[in-house]
C-alpha cells in the first residue's frame, strides 16, 4: 500500500461529475426552457460544450502549474496583488456557493421528504457530514466520489429510461424555428448548470498521475452533459416547455410520475431523492474543501483542516439568509454568474501564461 | 484502548439520541383517502367533497376488517378546506398519498372547474398520476357502490381505468392530473372519461369534452374510439361492425395492433388534419356469414366495408366535436404549435376560426389476420 496520496483517474471522473451534479439537478428542465423554449434541449447541448471548453482550459492552465492550485498559479501568472484579490475573490465564492448549495439541498428536503424537520437541522446536519469528510482530505473526498458516483448515475439514468417511452417526438420539430438566436442568448444562463467543474483547477496537484486529469477529467464534463440533456429532453417531450418552465422541480415530477399498479412501484419520487441526497452531498463537499483550501493557500498555510471548522458557522449563517425562495433563487443566479465569470476566467490566464512562456523561451 | 472503548460507546449512545423522526406518522395514525368525489352544494359556490377513507388495515393482507372503508361528506370551498375541516372530525391525520382517483360531478363539471384543482397540482402528496373522471350525475354515488370484484371502489373505479382501457376502446384513462397541469397551462382541451352510476353498479364508458375546464358535452363509447383513434391512443380492443346482407350480419374484430397518427397539414392558407389509421385484427365473432370465410374475396370485401364504417365513426365524432363543441381535444393545437410554429403564431388571434374550418382527412387501413376457428365453408 501506497502511503502518498494520490487520485485515481477514475476518482478524478468521479469528482468532476459529482460536483457538477448537485441541485441543478433538480432544476436544469425548467430553467433551460425557461431560457430556450423547446430549444432548451440544444441549448443544454451546446452550454455543455462551453463548460466543456471551459474545465478545458482550466486544467490545460493547470498543467503549467502542476504542483499548485489556482489560489497560488494565479498569484504567479496575475501578480501578487491581483492574484490575492482573484484568490479572495474564489474563496468567497466558493463559501457561498457551499451555503447555496446546503440551502437549496435543505429546501428541497424539507418541501419533497421532511415537511416537518426544522431547516436548521436539516442544514447543520448535513454541515457537519460535510465537515467531517472534508477533514479526511482529498483523497477521502475522491474515494467517496467513486463510491458514489454509480448511485447517482444509475438513479438518473433510470428516472430517465423508465420515462422516456412517454416522450413525445412531435413537439421537437419545434426545435430551431427561431433560429440560432435563442440558443445563443441563452447559452451563458444555461452552462451555470454546469458548474462545479470549477473543481479541476483543484485536482491538479493531487492526481496520482497528472498526465491523465485532462483525459478523465473532461470525460466528467462529457457524462453530465449526456446527462443533462436526456434529462431535459425527456422533461420537454413529456410536457412541454411552457409547463416545464412553470415547475419548481421538475425532475422531481418526473419521478412522481412513474407508477406501476401491478408491481406495487408508487412514490419513486422518494427513491429519487434518497439517491439525490448522495449527489447534493458530494457538491457541498467539493465546495467546502475549495472554500478551505483556498482560504489557506491564500494565507500562506498548510494545513486547511482548523479552517474548515471556522468556515463553518460563515457558511451556516449565509446558507440562512435568504427569507424565501425567490430570494434564494436571486442567491443562487448571483454566485451561478460568480462561478461563471471564475470559469471565463482562467481563458486570459491561460494567454498571458502562454505569452510568458514565449517569452521566457525567446529571451 | 479502554479510553477508545469508551469514546466509541459514548458516540453510540449519542447517536441513538440524535437521531430522531420528526416526520414519521404511525401507519395506524394517518387517514388514507383515496378517492375524491366533488359535487355541487345545495350552499351557493361550495362543493360538497367526500373523501373515502381506506382504513389502515385494509392495506395489509391477510386481515379482516369489517368496515374496509368509508365516506366523509364535506361541504366547503374547496378540497383544502375539506381536508382541513375533516382534522377536526377525524382523530387520524389525512393524507392524500395514496390518492387513486378524482370524480368530478356532472355539474361541477358545467362550471369552471379548474379553479378546484389548484391543490392538487400544486402540492407534492398527491402523485401525479392521479386518474380523474367525470360523473354523469352525482360523483358521490359511485363511491358508495359495494363492489364484489374489489373492496373499496376507488380502486375498482381506478383499476377499470387503468387497466381496461387496453382492451376496449371505449375506455379512455388518458387525462391525470399533471397531464391536466399541462392542459391548464397551455390552453388546451381534453376529454374525460365517464362514469355513469347505475343501481349498485357502474357502468365506464364514454366521455366528457372538456374545453377550458368546462364541460362542453358528452362523447357515447363509439364516439370515444373515434376520439381516441385521433388522437393517437388506441391500444387494443374490439370493434363491431354491421355488415351488408350479402356478406353477413355483422362482425366483430378483435384489434391487437393499432396505429393512428393524425399530423397537421398547411395547403395554402387552410388547416387539414391527415389522420392514418392501421389496425390489425382477428376475426372474434360473425353472424350468420353468408360466403366462405377463407377465401381472398370475402376478406377484400369485409376489409372495405369494415373501413368505411370506421372511417364514418372517427369523421362523426370529429365533426360533433369541432362544430357542436367548439373543441379541440385532437390535439391539433398543440400539434400546429411544433410542425408549423410560423402559422400557429400567426394564427393564434383567432385560432378558434381557423380550427373549426380545419379539414380532415383519413386513410384507414384494416388487416384481418385470422378469422379463427371456423371456415364457414359453403357448399
Redesign the interface.
Known sequence: MKSRQGITSLQATATVVVSILGIAVLIMPSSASEAAG?DGVLATLFGGLVALVLALTAILLGRHYPDYTIIEYSQIILGRLLGKLFGFYFAIYAIATTATVLRGFADAMK????????LE?IMITMLFTVVYQVQGGIGTIARINELFLPPIITIILGLIALNIRDVEL?????LL??GVGPIFMSLVNISTGYLGFEIVTFLTPFMADKSKLLKYGLAGVVLTVIVYTALVFVVLGI??N??TS?MVYPT??LA??I?W?ESFI??F?IFFLTFWILAAYTTITAYMYMASLSVVRLMGLRNYKPFTLILTPIVYIISIIPQNSVQFTLLLNIISYAGLILGFSTIPMLVISKIRKAGTKNG | MGKRLILTLILAGLTLLLVSC??QIEIEDQAFIVGIALDKSDEPGKLEVTFQIAHPKAFMAESQVDEPFWNITQVSADITTARNELINKINWIPTF??CQILLIGEEVAKEEFSKYLDFLMRT?EV???LLTAVVQGKARDILDIKFKSGIIPSFVVS?IL??NTKYSFEVTDYMHI?KM??AY??GYDFILCRIVPLKDALSVSGGAVIKSFKLAGWLSGEEVMGARLLRGDVESGFLEVKLPPELGERVILRIYESESELEPEIRGDKLYAVLNVRLEGDINEITTPSSDLNSDEYIKKARAVIERNLENIIKRTFKKVQQEFGSDPFRIK??T???Y??FYKANAGHWDEVYRSAELEISTEIRIRRIGEIKNQQD
Open positions: 423547446i418541501v419533497l421528504l421532511l415537511p416537518k424537520t426544522p437541522v412531435f413537439r421537437f420539430r419545434a424555428s427561431e410536457y412541454g411552457k409547463t412553470d422531481v415530477h412522481r410520475r407508477l399498479v408508487e412514490r419520487d | 420528526w416526520d398519498e395514496h407534492f402523485r401525479k398520476k383499476e387503468n387497466k399533471g397541469h399541462v397551462i397551455e398543440e400539434k404549435q411544433s410542425y410554429p410560423h
